[in-house]
């Protein structure tokens, strides 16, 4: 077991200055920019868009972040089991009807929405019972009272898992620093076999190659005069474009299929379903041809700020057609935080993993229901009253900057028993506000070790030292699967990201966090 002893202190003094204001930072900077680690640049004014023409490099680490070995294998070794996990779990419709209706859909609208067309959805029928999932399992680094170092989990990523290409680029270009010379000397485990290749690019897009083509033998028989496209649905004014680009380039360059970028808004205006199988067809942004769509793979609804009435219904049709949805809504219910934790619960990871489950159960942090029915509920409320700085309120949301923490969560559960005293003075009744969320205990992560930050704006070539980091590590895993069998399951590739310890959000598009690699030690 790696210990925190066993991490170098990072980064090295020696190296520190040296860097900050060296040729390296240059240097990096050009690669990001010529390899298309970047993103849009930000308005010039609050409510403005990005501008379509301009673009920045990524935030990004000078050097890689040391990561133990060990625990980085460990990671990888549970992705295939997580696969499995999720599949199973999609599949299950009596577990999404008990974990949902039990609070989740009383306390929160927008899982309420999710669920109501998946109810719609199942009582019509459904026209595609093959499913795709694109995930990334994200994981930090707990420090026992020992000083020994093991994996918890953050979180699962069932929708939009971002950040596979430009974490490969970001692979590329710390190599790139080491064959040029930039890290001569500057520390022992600087070494090529200690910076492993990232492959989450080719992950994902193989993981939709291998759903468009399970679609088209599907419908081996159909008349077409064009050929069916991958359809990613985006949100309006992106500036991870080059994230969702680079997917779809490997698509059309390596596999030879055609894709298609589309908003909500837009789909409303271009999209429709025909046949009995309702066939989802497109009109082609370029030529006046329908396109039939294959895969529709979501970067956008995740967040109730994609969805107006009219988006509802987009995604209501979307999940009603016959094209290959990655990922269903049933598999982006089962992503929600409410399920992460109902899995913790004793017994229950045994039903869809087997004997892996204690594998498994070991990278799950403590967590805890909040409602005040249950002996777990009622013993969350007691645990956080009395030591509220060991733990954090999650709601059913992704993206960062939803979560509650430590010395907040008090306050912020008193405002939601005031609000449920208001509503059972009004004559409301129902589940507890508290109730959409879950508990987690804090995962402590070590200490004292830092990173050389480089952002975009900068005036000079120089990066910024944080003394005081943590990294998170996710893993990305591809899963296409139907009730009759799993057609094809794939992992590999990783993202690591970098933040400061006085940061508790993680996100890297949302500004927190900074794209790293690991030097496995």
Known sequence: MPTESTLPAWPPEELTEDLRNASVTCDARDYALS????????????GEKPPQDTTIHAPLTLVPSPFPRFL???????????????????????????????SVIHVDDFQAHLYNIWRTVLDEGLSQ????GLFRSDYLMHTNADSSLELKQVEFNTISASFGPLCTRTSALHHFLLNKGGYEALHPTLRRENMPQNDALDILAAGLADAHNHYIDECREAQRTVKPAV?????????????????????????????????????????SLHGSERILMIQSPVSLAPIEVSVAYLRAGYSPEDYNQTAWDTRLMLERSHAIKCPTIA???????????????PGVLEKYVGNDA??????????????????????????????????VLKPQREGGGHNIYREDIPPALDAMEKHDKEREARGET????????????????????????LRAGQTKATSELVRNSVSE?????????????????????????????????????????????????
């Not at 390899?35 to 609050?46: E, M, N, T």
């Not at 509920?377 to 645990?383: D, F, K, P, T």
């Not at 129902?430 to 930050?453: D, H, T, W």
Request: with cysteine; hydrophobic share 40%; charged share 25%.
């Open 331 to 345: 598999m982006q219910l089962v992503g929600s935080k409410k399920a992460q934790q109902v899995l913790a619960e």
């Open 231 to 271: 359809l990613f649905i985006v949100q309006p004014d992106e500036r991870n474009t080059f994230d969702q680009r680079a997917i779809e380039m490997v698509l059309m360059e390596k596999y030879g299929i055609p894709v298609i970028r589309a908003t909500f808004e837009e789909l409303a205006k271009t999209a």
């Open 35 to 46: 390899h298309g680690l970047v993103y849009r640049a930000l308005p010039a004014q609050k």
């Open 72 to 102: 980085f294998n460990k990671a990888q070794e549970l992705q295939p089991l997580f696969n499995k996990l999720y599949a199973n779990l999609a599949l299950d419709e009596e577990f999404i009807r008990s974990i949902m209706e039990s």
């Open 129 to 132: 019972t093959s499913q795709l």
């Open 473 to 521: 590590l996710g893993i990305y895993g591809s899963i296409l699967f139907s009730p009759e069998k799993t057609v094809e399951s794939r992992s590999g590739g990783y993202l690591l990201r970098t933040k400061s310890m006085e940061s508790n959000e993680g996100g890297v598009a949302v500004g927190y966090s900074v794209i790293d690699t690991p030097l496995l030690v």
């Open 358 to 391: 204690d594998q498994v159960r070991l990278c799950f942090a403590q967590l805890w229901p909040l409602d005040t029915r249950s002996e777990l509920g009622q013993e969350a409320h007691r645990r956080v009253r009395e030591n509220p700085h060991e733990y």
């Open 430 to 453: 129902g589940v507890k506000e508290c109730e959409a969320y879950i508990l987690m205990s804090m995962i402590n992560p070590p200490r004292n070790r830092g990173n050389l930050f």
